[in-house]
């Protein structure tokens, strides 16, 4: 299992992590669009939320890897600095996933559903009942990734 700290912003995801970059050095891995995501039935995006980041990734020299993405209304809790910070959890198996999940979820706030998504990956998230969110994402094609 790898532990990842996932960060939210308010349309300056790709400003921050290209500055992260610089500064901390390491890679960008990957820069995902909300314009990428199929469409949804009652939720369509602007051209300006299809352009903003729906995930962003900077591999860190030492391995580490920083997460982000910037917030949409109506989806995940609504940006509020200072409480704009979730953790990612990456669990070696798909059992590991539910069981991970459900836990964290016991008197907490599911936000969106443990699901297969569009993306390739097993993947939820919730607040827990102590007010902090989590992310668990499961991928077969790189288990504990």
Known sequence: MKLNPYLNYAGRAEEA????????????????RFGSMPPQDGFELSDEQKNLVMHVGLELPDGQTLMASDTLEGMGPPHQQ?????????PDSR????RMFNGLAEGGTVTMPLADQ???????????RFGIHWMVNFSEAAPGS
């Open 95 to 98: 059992a590991d996933a539910d």
């Open 118 to 128: 569009f993306w390739g990956d097993y993947f939820g998230s919730l607040t827990d």
């Open 82 to 90: 200072g409480n704009n910070v979730a953790l990612s959890l990456h």
């Open 17 to 32: 992590f290209r500055f992260y970059e610089a500064v901390l050095g390491g890679t960008l891995t990957e820069i995902h």
